[in-house]
């Protein structure tokens, strides 16, 4: 759960028997913590013996009972940083008086961040890519055609990936209704030569209707942003 430099094969290994906990209770108010329980913010140990496993059933849901809990996310650490400022500024730390604190934060971060995949040839058939997405839970893959089009963000819905979009995680309806836009989708792309050839005139009543489906589903799935 933690660094493992310095580990090596051969060992000792304690089993301890207890699951990885964490400590509560009145003193974490105005402490900062990882996720492990540790304290980050140079204020010596935490004076509590009575400590939660991380691992455990969720508590009985309750409208407001005194406590509330705030979990927000941030590409960097300097939001972390603000919210611990702000809460010292406002008092609700009280560095002077930690016990009248209000609040405990836990921070945490990914071990790897999300990052970009040069595509060569803007090939996703090419092997180093396809190993690559096979370890991959999702994929946005960003399309040269949608941003000619000043369409952004440029995301290829039909190149894209994500192993939540499953009926057994997603209701069926949101599957379906899924699966009927990317056919929708499916269906202009394959007619995209025809139209730069023949023009919309030459299309079926069928397919016009497809065409003017999918070019609403691209404006819909942009973010068109206005600057005065």
Known sequence: MSATDGLKKGMEVIDTGAPLSVPVGGATLGRIFTVLGEPVDNLGLVDTRTTSPIHRSALAFKLYGGVSVFGGVGERTREGNDLYME???SR???EQNIAESKVALVYGQMNEPPR???VPADDLTDSAMVRTFS???ATTVLSRGLAAKGIYPAVDPLDSTSTMLQP???DE???ETAQ???ETLQRYKELQD???ILGLDELSEDDCLAVARAQKIEHFLSQPFFVS
């Open 87 to 89: 809460m010292k500024e």
């Open 92 to 94: 609700v730390i009280n």
């Open 116 to 118: 970009a995949l040069y």
């Open 135 to 137: 370890h991959l839970d």
């Open 168 to 170: 057994r995680i997603i």
């Open 173 to 175: 309806e949101h599957y």
């Open 180 to 182: 009927r836009v990317k």
């Open 194 to 196: 025809i139209i730069a």
